[in-house]
């Protein structure tokens, strides 16, 4: 099965709960933002699938509204807590 590796940076609460500020992810070819997030919450079941519930999501640097959208292999995936003030 051919596989991609994304680059997946956790900012703020998101880092706490990771553990980590970044780490490699392999993922089947064909995988979708939402496929990745799931395997963060099978890497991190601790504290994490928590903070994703209320997290958004930088693909390449740009905001991710569709978790529907396709990965291709090197993406960066930052991982954003909501951030407070206006």
């Known amino acids: 099965m051919a596989t991609l590796t994304i680059v997946v940076r956790y900012f703020a609460a998101a880092r706490a709960a990771a553990g980590v500020d970044e780490e490699k992810v392999q993922l089947p070819s064909g995988a979708s933002v939402a496929d990745a997030v799931s ?35 090197g993406a960066e995936l930052d991982v954003l807590p909501p951030f407070a003030g206006g």
């Open 39 to 73: 395997e963060l919450r099978r890497l991190h079941p601790e504290g994490l699938p928590r903070v994703l519930d209320a997290v958004s999501y930088l693909l390449d640097g740009v905001a991710v509204r569709d978790l529907g959208r396709v990965l291709v292999d």
